[in-house]
């Protein structure tokens, strides 16, 4: 499995509010529906909003996994592989 960060900007519509909980259930269906897994999820200041680490199969089902949660749930995000430092330094 490969470790992803998920730097996602929450817009007008798509906000922490009072629905934040529903929609975080609503995305980790679809993150488990592609065959993947939340690790973490931070709520962040500055020019992210959100930042999540997530684990899934391959680039193709975290491709899939983020334009789902872009078409259920509006967010946008940049995706970017990210590979443990120890497993770097070997």
């Not at 949660?69 to 970017?80: H, I, Q, V, Y």
């Amino acid at each position: 499995m490969a470790l992803y960060v998920r730097l996602v900007k929450f817009t007008e519509q798509h906000s922490l509010g009072e629905d934040a909980k529903q929609r975080l259930e609503k995305a980790k269906a679809i993150i488990k529906e592609c065959g993947a897994t939340l690790r973490q999820a931070y709520v962040t200041l500055g020019r992210y909003d959100l930042v999540s680490i997530i684990e899934a199969p391959n680039d193709k089902a975290m491709a899939k996994l983020s334009a789902e949660l872009f078409d259920e749930l509006g967010l946008k995000a940049e995706t970017l592989p990210a590979i443990p430092l120890e497993e770097y330094l070997k």
